[in-house]
């Protein structure tokens, strides 16, 4: 990034931030739609259950969890990625 202009470079970020907001409005689009078709069934009442609710609240700290596990992997795969990199 060095070789690019004050200009280019806030162009870039502004690309990158973009980027990320779209990932992460994909990301939690998945979440809403995976845990409000896993827990949501009883459209009788415009109020969600004590059962739904708590089946929400299991899926959403899964899925934190899950990301967080995939997230930590990725680390570690890059780690070593990067040592064998240093040692060729």
């Known amino acids: 990034m060095d070789s690019l202009s004050t200009s280019e470079q806030r162009m870039l970020e502004q690309r990158l931030q973009k980027r990320q907001v779209k990932e992460f ?28 609710s708590g089946c929400l609240n299991r899926c959403v700290l899964k899925w934190m969890a899950t990301q967080q596990r995939i997230g930590d992997r990725f680390q570690e795969h890059n780690a070593v990625l990067a040592q064998q990199m240093q040692n060729k």
């Open 25 to 52: 409005m994909g990301a939690f689009g998945n979440l809403t739609e995976n845990c409000f078709n896993s827990c949501i069934d009883d459209f009788t009442s415009k109020a969600i259950s004590s059962r739904e």
